[in-house]
């Protein structure tokens, strides 16, 4: 605005100062609600310029400046258009100050015509408030809001939670039973597993054993290589180079016999684990049979029968060749 039209409005201003009142009580009101009106229009339409300057830059870039040469500071300027974009119109603005139209600007907008109870008990409505009762209700529909939206985080939290129940007891009701499976051990599990040990412990006997005798073997030829590189005529009669050449024989023949028994020994161990391995799968297949299904004398049955027969037949064979155990060839 420039310095002519600023003139005006002072001019107008002392004008009206300078008329005389009424003695009307009537009059007066009337006139009182008049510039109340045009008190709560003239914030909103300051806003509105203000708003209007900052958007188009009619500053050219130095909003601030033109703020000081109108003597409003950033704060204040930003509450004048906070009011603007929260009213639709200026006939919309209660007829208060800057501040308390800032505060209710500020409330949820299903909150600024309702009435609110204050601490002194009493119940207003935000444009019959002071700025003070207005402060006051903000901190209470603050902290009622923050206290319904913790509720509504609950809830959803809840919602959550019973869809995702629901998602499995579905899932549960549609899914077929499963067999419970039993891992069922042998009796005579440990007993093998021991006599398996034992296998093992004299396998690795019998390999430390042929060790040896291929040690001596070894030495006895070199004895006989070191014997033959001599004059033998002069120092070992034919009868030592006989001795020596009976023991290598008898030392590799105890070798070829020991070798055997090792093979034995693997073969006996190798068994021991390939029938310890189908006996538990033939254990976990017998804990999952049921045979009330069939009816008695059905083929079935009768191949079950007889496969029980021939391991009857050879875990009696098995414990006759332990307790009284033959030799091989």
């Known amino acids: 605005m420039d310095n002519a039209g600023r003139r005006d409005i002072t001019s107008q201003a002392e004008e009206t100062s300078s008329v005389e009142l009424s003695h009307n009580l009537t009059t007066v009101t009337t006139e009182i609600k008049a510039y ?14 203000l708003k209007w300057v900052k958007e188009n830059d009619l500053a050219h870039g130095e909003f601030g400046k033109w703020l000081d040469s109108i003597q409003m500071n950033q704060s204040t300027a930003n509450k004048f258009v906070k009011i603007v974009d929260e009213f639709p119109n200026s006939e919309s603005v209660p007829n208060l100050g ?11 907008p299903d909150e600024r015509d309702k009435p609110q109870q204050l601490d002194s008990g009493e119940v207003k409505k935000p444009d019959e408030m002071t700025v003070r009762e207005l402060r006051e209700t903000k901190r209470k529909l603050a902290a009622v809001c923050a206290e319904n939206k ?29 067999i ?10 440990q007993d093998l597993k021991q006599d398996n040990q034992a296998l093992n412990t004299t396998v690795r006997q019998s390999e430390d054993e042929i060790k040896r005798y291929k040690h001596l073997i070894a030495e006895s030829q070199a004895e006989l290589k070191r014997l033959g590189d001599l004059e033998l005529t002069k120092e070992l ?12 024989v008898h030392l590799a023949n105890k070798v070829q016999r020991q070798e055997e028994q ?37 083929p079935l049955i ?28």
């Open 302 to 329: 009768l191949n079950l029968t007889e496969i029980a027969d021939k391991a009857e037949s050879f875990a009696a064979n098995l414990h006759d060749q332990i307790a009284h155990p033959v030799p091989l060839d």
């Open 262 to 298: 090792l093979e034995r020994v693997k073969e006996l161990s190798s068994f021991t684990k390939q029938a310890s391995e189908e006996m538990d799968k033939l254990t976990v297949i017998l804990s999952r049979l049921d045979i009330t299904v069939v009816p008695d004398g059905a």
């Open 237 to 248: 009669s034919t009868k030592q180079i006989a001795d020596l050449q009976e023991k290598s």
């Open 150 to 178: 913790e509720k509504q985080t609950q809830l959803t939290e809840a919602d959550k939670k019973t869809s995702l129940l629901e998602t499995q007891v579905e899932q549960l009701q549609q899914r077929t039973p499963e």
């Open 36 to 49: 109340q009106s045009i008190g709560g229009q003239a914030i909103f339409e300051i806003g509105r310029r």
């Open 98 to 108: 800057w501040a308390a139209l800032y505060q209710i600007a500020t409330m949820p």
């Open 180 to 189: 419970q499976r039993v891992e069922v051990e042998p009796a005579d599990y």
